[in-house]
């Protein structure tokens, strides 16, 4: 990523081009596969959309998933669960093992809807972020910019700085 910046700005300082003016296209990040995404969505939930640059959704899906799938393995593990004080209790002195069974269930179950989900949206994220790059991409090329340096006028001495475009 680095050698590509430094051709660029080579190529932009050869060309005595104003940096802003050249196309969006020679900087675009590598193009990311859906079939990728989702094979590292279904690996690992949230790997797909780690990949696809969603990062936010990336951390969500994931940690939704092994708090899901934690909880069902750490209740499954411990015997005499029960409802005391309004908690939710497996310490040995409960009785309930149908409580205990429940939550296993719907945390297990909740982990695996996550991960299928990570898995089945982490293509769509690709997509997502692929129409994203676009509409960026179609405003920087749609809007020449260039630095203009220009005598201040007005009966003063100096100069104006200021960047010229058009939308």
Request: charged share 20%.
């Amino acid at each position: 990523m680095l050698n590509r910046a430094l051709v660029l700005l080579a190529a932009v300082a050869a060309s005595h081009t104003p940096l802003w003016s050249v196309g969006a296209q020679t900087m675009s990040p590598p193009e990311r596969s859906p079939a990728t995404a989702a094979l590292l969505g279904a690996l690992l939930p949230g790997a797909g959309h780690f990949y696809a640059g969603e990062k936010l959704r990336a951390a969500g899906f994931f940690l939704v998933t092994a708090e899901n799938i934690g909880t069902a393995i750490y209740v499954n593990n411990r015997s005499g669960c029960d409802v005391g004080d309004g908690f939710f209790r497996c310490d040995g002195t409960g009785s309930d093992d149908n409580l205990r069974r429940a939550v296993v269930t719907l945390s297990a179950i909740t982990g695996a809807v996550a991960w299928i989900g990570s898995a089945i949206d982490a293509p769509r994220a690709v997509r997502r972020e692929r129409e994203r790059q676009r509409a960026r991409s179609a405003m920087l090329d749609s809007h020449e910019w260039r630095l203009v340096l220009a005598p201040a006028g007005n009966g003063t001495t100096g100069w104006r700085v200021g960047l010229s475009g058009h939308w």
